[in-house]
């Protein structure tokens, strides 16, 4: 373009040396070795070191044996559970902060954040500590007098990993829904309380509306951290809270089938990206309003 | 003015007593007191920070008043929520609900009072009649312009048939030909339904053309409660005579008081007007104010207060012509129409500006701290 002079910005091969470290990075860490993974899911193993052709045989795998299309279900459940436990916690603080506080509104933003700075594995461990045997839960039901014996249904179970796995999901699904809810005018709560509505109604047939795209990232970001997870399945999920992640990284263990491994794990990876992909494209209603 | 009563037993359609409102330290409405007739064009009129959208914040519920009390139809409704009370709002952005469209943003204040579905529907298609925005009930806030969002936040106002309607600067977003067409579209409107509407703005104009009464307020203060003749030609405060239209200032000392006369020197000679409402005695210091429109320019006849000054301009404002001129540093502007102004002829530098001792009007000196100026 005539007007393109050197002064205004980089022309030509310049602009694509600048960008050349993130091209560099997204290819070797990212790229290439999710493509190595492809192309080994098209592989069948028959034995050590015996590999076949191009086959489809891995994916045929996952519709043939039960148990893994069985967990792939009960995981995309257990994510459900997750999210909507994380959303339901999250909405009224997040609520309170965006709304109702005025002063310390940074500090309790920082408050709600700073666990993530906390290595991921120590918080689980947390959890562990919590809804354990000699835990924080059973010593405080046996010291109001509620339960006699510590009960140990809180732990090593599927409650225990929806428990932890909402925990972990909080700050995620804090932070869209806390930027929906600052960002309804104020005019709007006025002008609904005006009408006719009292706090309740008001929140329940305006706020939460107008603060839909902030719930569909929300639900989304908890859904994707949640289905694939195999630490906390693995820590405090017993056998009772296994969760799909558990047989993927199994592959990759002592089995030592990475073939399959990484075709069960493109499955986990190709139904999140078109969950994410329809929700983007008729969920989202990211900019509609405001 | 025709078209407003009072309620038998003489109670108001509001009324605020001793209104105070307090935000920490800074105190936005200072001791408040209005009886707003019904059926009555009530404005709040002043400069920004004046308090006048936080009295009517109070008047709506949205706003709790730290002092004082709160009635509609004679009944204390100082602790009554928004919710509860029979009295709308008009927002200054309209605050139309971007995720239901027209209908159902009409619909919202019916629903609240669990009006049932059918009777409903006709209430909303009369009242999109009556703002004339009927066929518009799919659209959504983001396909409407500011004018017609503006009609439907009235007509979502007004389906409840209020027993009161607040505004709050509903026009300030408008262009000016569409404001002055809304402003006699909104006076037509309250009229017809015969509503007491509370209307608060900064436009001074606006005010004077729509209102039965004004009240000017300033600093969380009323200054005067008045009808727009009232405000224009007796200002109670030199504030109001800053506020409302323009207006020439001649500082001066008192020299001599008669029975209802006042003799002020100033501009090199003795300044004869009419005694204000304030006590002033030999040797205080005055504030004459004197419109514009009133002063003559080259006058044949002889008036009480006659000066020499210079001619500084004359400029053509399309309605009329602003003629500026100067005495001893101080300004004088004379306003014409056409006609007038043809019959000045010619104009040399030296002219002559009179008015008569009535249309001054004398404040205290010290009331120079709250004239407005830009």
């Given at each position: 373009m005539?007007?393109d ?5 980089p022309g ?5 040396i600048?960008?050349m470290?993130v091209?560099?990075w ?7 070795p999710v493509?190595?993974?492809?192309s080994?899911?098209f592989?069948?193993k028959?034995g050590?070191q ?6 489809l045989?891995?994916y ?6 039960p148990?893994?299309w069985?967990?792939?279900l009960?995981?995309l459940?257990i994510?459900?559970m997750?999210?909507?436990?994380a959303?339901?916690?999250s909405?009224?603080l997040a609520?309170f ?7 310390h509104?940074n500090l309790?933003f ?6 993530l700075w906390?290595?991921?594995l120590?918080?689980i461990i947390?959890?562990?500590t919590?809804?354990?045997?000699m835990?924080?839960l059973?010593?405080t039901?046996?010291k109001?007098g ?5 009960i ?10 929806i ?5 972990i999901?909080i700050p995620f699904?804090?932070?869209?829904l806390y930027?929906a809810?600052e960002k309804?005018p104020?005019n709007?709560?006025d ?11 008001t ?5 939460i509306?107008?603060s839909?795209?902030g719930l569909?990232?929300?639900?989304m970001?908890s ?13 405090i999920g017993?056998?009772?809270g ?12 002592i089995?030592?089938?990475w073939?399959?491994g ?7 990876f190709?139904?999140?990206a078109?969950i994410?992909?329809i929700v983007?494209?008729?969920g989202?209603?990211?900019?509609v309003?405001f | ?16 007593v ?7 330290e800074?105190?936005?409405?200072d001791?408040?007191?209005?009886k707003?007739?019904?059926g009555?064009?009530f404005?709040l009129?002043?400069p920004?920070?004046?308090g ?5 914040r109070m008047i709506a519920?949205l706003?709790?008043p730290?002092g004082g009390?709160?009635l509609?139809?004679?009944?204390d409704?100082t602790?009554v929520?928004?919710y ?14 971007p995720h239901?469209?027209?209908?159902e943003n ?11 579905r059918?009777?409903?529907h006709?209430?909303?298609m009369?009242v999109?009649?009556l703002?004339n ?5 799919r659209?959504y806030s983001s396909?409407?312009s500011?004018?017609q969002?503006?009609r ?8 409840n048939?209020?027993k009161?309607?607040?505004l709050?600067?509903?026009l300030?977003?408008?262009d000016?030909k569409l404001?002055v067409a809304?402003?006699s579209a909104l006076k037509?409107?309250q009229k ?6 509370v209307y608060?703005?900064?436009?001074q104009?606006e005010a004077?053309?729509?209102s039965?009464?004004i ?5 969380g ?8 003749d ?12 800053s506020?409302i ?6 500082e001066g000392r008192?020299v001599?008081?008669?029975?209802d ?9 003795t300044?004869?007007?009419v005694?204000?409402k304030y006590d ?5 210091g005055?504030?004459i104010?004197?419109r514009p429109?009133k ?7 002889k008036?009480a207060n006659?000066?020499?000054a210079k001619l500084k301009s004359?400029?053509?404002?399309g309605e ?6 100067t005495l001893?540093?101080v300004?004088l502007r004379?306003?014409?129409?056409h006609?007038?102004?043809?019959r000045l002829?010619g104009l ?6 009179s008015?008569?001792a009535?249309?001054?009007?004398v ?5 120079k701290r709250?004239?407005?100026s830009y």
């Amino acid at each position: 373009m005539a007007e393109d002079t050197a002064n205004d910005r980089p022309g030509g091969a310049r602009r694509y040396i600048v960008g050349m470290p993130v091209v560099i990075w997204m290819l070797v860490l990212v790229v290439v070795p999710v493509l190595i993974m492809l192309s080994m899911s098209f592989r069948v193993k028959l034995g050590p070191q015996k590999v076949t052709p191009f086959s489809l045989g891995n994916y045929i795998e996952f519709f043939r044996k039960p148990i893994y299309w069985r967990l792939f279900l009960k995981s995309l459940r257990i994510s459900i559970m997750v999210s909507v436990v994380a959303i339901v916690t999250s909405y009224p603080l997040a609520y309170f902060i965006a709304r109702k506080v005025k002063r310390h509104r940074n500090l309790l933003f920082m408050l709600i954040i700073t666990p993530l700075w906390v290595s991921y594995l120590i918080r689980i461990i947390a959890w562990r500590t919590i809804l354990g045997n000699m835990g924080l839960l059973n010593l405080t039901l046996m010291k109001l007098g509620i339960i006699r014996q510590p009960i140990s249904l809180f732990i090593y179970n599927q409650f225990a990993v929806i428990v932890t796995l909402a925990y972990i999901a909080i700050p995620f699904v804090f932070i869209p829904l806390y930027t929906a809810l600052e960002k309804i005018p104020k005019n709007l709560i006025d002008a609904s309380i005006d009408l006719g509505a009292n706090e309740l109604k008001t929140i329940l047939r305006v706020v939460i509306p107008l603060s839909s795209p902030g719930l569909i990232t929300g639900f989304m970001l908890s859904f994707i951290i949640a289905l694939g997870d195999y630490i906390i399945p693995q820590q405090i999920g017993g056998s009772g809270g296994m969760m799909y992640g558990n047989i993927v990284w199994s592959q990759f263990g002592i089995i030592s089938n990475w073939h399959l491994g990484s075709s069960l794990g493109f499955i986990l990876f190709a139904v999140a990206a078109i969950i994410i992909g329809i929700v983007r494209r008729f969920g989202s209603k990211e900019g509609v309003y405001f | 003015m025709s078209g407003t009563k009072e309620v038998k037993d003489g109670v108001f359609a509001i009324e605020l007593v001793g209104v105070r409102k307090a935000f920490k330290e800074v105190v936005a409405v200072d001791t408040v007191n209005l009886k707003i007739r019904s059926g009555e064009f009530f404005s709040l009129l002043g400069p920004s920070g004046c308090g006048k959208t936080t009295t009517l914040r109070m008047i709506a519920g949205l706003e709790t008043p730290t002092g004082g009390t709160i009635l509609l139809a004679g009944e204390d409704v100082t602790g009554v929520p928004a919710y509860h009370r029979n009295v709308n709002t008009v927002f200054q952005d309209y605050a139309i609900f971007p995720h239901m469209n027209v209908y159902e943003n009409i619909h919202y204040p019916l629903r609240m009072r669990k009006i049932p579905r059918k009777e409903a529907h006709e209430k909303i298609m009369s009242v999109l009649k009556l703002v004339n925005m009927d066929g518009f009930q799919r659209r959504y806030s983001s396909q409407l312009s500011g004018g017609q969002r503006q009609r439907i936040a009235l007509a979502r106002a007004l389906v409840n048939e209020p027993k009161a309607l607040l505004l709050d600067e509903p026009l300030g977003a408008l262009d000016f030909k569409l404001r002055v067409a809304m402003q006699s579209a909104l006076k037509e409107l309250q009229k017809k339904l015969s509503m007491t509407f509370v209307y608060v703005t900064h436009d001074q104009t606006e005010a004077i053309t729509m209102s039965d009464r004004i009240a000017v307020m300033k600093g969380g203060s009323v200054h005067q409660v008045g009808t727009p003749d009232e405000i224009y030609n007796n200002p109670k405060t030199a504030f109001v005579a800053s506020f409302i239209g323009e207006m020439n200032y001649i500082e001066g000392r008192v020299v001599e008081t008669l029975r209802d006369r006042i003799g002020i020197d100033a501009l090199g000679s003795t300044m004869r007007c009419v005694k204000g409402k304030y006590d002033m005695k030999k040797g205080d210091g005055a504030l004459i104010c004197v419109r514009p429109e009133k002063l003559h320019l080259n006058s044949g006849k002889k008036m009480a207060n006659e000066v020499a000054a210079k001619l500084k301009s004359v400029v053509f404002r399309g309605e009329d012509y602003e003629v500026k001129t100067t005495l001893r540093g101080v300004e004088l502007r004379a306003v014409f129409d056409h006609k007038e102004f043809r019959r000045l002829g010619g104009l040399r530098p030296d002219v002559k500006i009179s008015w008569q001792a009535d249309d001054a009007i004398v404040f205290p000196l010290d009331m120079k701290r709250e004239l407005i100026s830009y």
